[in-house]
C-alpha cells in the first residue's frame, strides 16, 4: 500500500489560528478584537484568526496573523490551547490552536488595524464573541495569571519606562482585585532587576514618582544564579 494510498484513506480537516491578544491602557486590561465581515457571524465581535497555510509552522502562522492585524513582530506570544469539539465552526470541520500575546497599546499600527474593523474592548466588558472564542479569552486570562506571578512577563504590557503606580495598576488588573501598596512596594524593591532611574513622572502629583526600568539581561543572569520571579 503507497503513501498516498493510506492518507486518502482519512478525512481532511482546517486547522485555524486564533489569537487573543491583550493590551493595557494604564487603568485597565484590554482587548484586541475584530468586527467579522463575512459568514457565518458576519458583524460579530471576534478574535483575529486565519487559516494555517501550507508552508509553515503553527507559530509562524500564528505570527503572520498578529503582524497582519498590528503590524508587529517580535512580540510575546504564547501557545494556549487547541479547540476540536466537532461543530465549533459551523461550516466546515475546524480545529483551532489558540495563542496569546501581550502588546503596547501605543506602539502597534493603528491605521492597519483600523481597516480590520479593529477595536479595544475592556476585558471585564468585552462584548459576546463568535463560535469558542469566549471560552478561550477565559483560558487566556488564567493562564495570564498564573504565568504573570512567575514570569515577569506583564512588562510586555507596559512603555520602557514606568512608575511603580503604574506597574501596581496592572497587575491588579490583571488579577482583577486590588493589591496592598506597602507589600507590592517592598516586593518590588527587592528585586535588583527593577531599576530606577534618575527622573520622576510628575503627572499625578507635585511630588512625583520616580520612573523604573525592567533590565532584561541582569534578570537573566539573576535566574541563572538561581533567583526567581514571584509576585504571589
Same mark, same amino acid.
Do not use: G
Given at each position: 500500500m503507497t503513501t498516498d494510498i493510506v492518507y486518502d484513506q482519512h478525512e481532511k480537516h482546517f486547522v485555524a489560528l486564533d489569537c487573543i491578544i491583550f493590551g493595557f491602557d494604564q487603568q485597565e486590561l484590554q482587548l484586541l478584537l475584530i468586527k467579522r465581515g463575512f459568514e457565518p457571524e458576519k458583524g460579530n465581535w471576534s478574535l483575529m484568526g486565519g487559516f494555517l497555510k501550507s508552508d509553515e509552522s503553527v507559530d509562524e502562522g500564528a505570527e503572520r496573523i498578529l503582524e497582519t492585524l498590528t503590524g508587529l513582530t517580535g512580540v510575546y506570544m504564547e501557545q494556549l490551547y487547541a479547540y476540536g469539539e466537532v461543530r465549533r465552526d459551523p461550516v466546515a470541520r475546524t480545529i483551532s &490552536?489558540? !495563542?496569546y500575546a501581550l502588546i503596547r497599546t501605543d506602539q502597534y499600527n493603528k491605521e492597519l488595524a483600523d481597516s480590520h474593523n479593529a477595536q479595544w474592548f475592556p476585558v471585564s466588558r468585552k462584548p459576546a464573541l463568535i463560535f469558542d472564542h469566549n471560552v478561550m479569552v477565559e483560558k487566556a486570562l488564567a493562564r495570564l495569571r498564573r504565568r504573570a506571578r512567575i514570569q515577569p512577563i506583564g512588562f510586555e504590557l507596559l512603555p520602557e $519606562?514606568?512608575? &511603580?503606580?503604574q506597574l501596581r495598576s496592572l497587575y491588579e488588573a490583571i488579577n482583577n482585585q486590588p493589591l496592598d501598596h506597602?507589600? *507590592?512596594?517592598k516586593r518590588l524593591n527587592s528585586m535588583e532587576w527593577l531599576? $530606577? @532611574?534618575n527622573e520622576k513622572d510628575k503627572t499625578s502629583s507635585r511630588k512625583g514618582a *520616580?520612573? !523604573? /526600568?525592567f533590565?532584561?539581561?541582569l !534578570? /537573566? $543572569? @539573576?535566574?541563572q544564579e538561581g533567583s526567581s520571579f514571584a509576585l504571589k
Open positions: &490552536i489558540a !495563542y $519606562k514606568f512608575t &511603580i503606580p506597602r507589600n *507590592f512596594s531599576v $530606577k @532611574l *520616580f520612573y !523604573y /526600568q533590565d532584561e539581561d !534578570y /537573566q $543572569k @539573576l535566574v
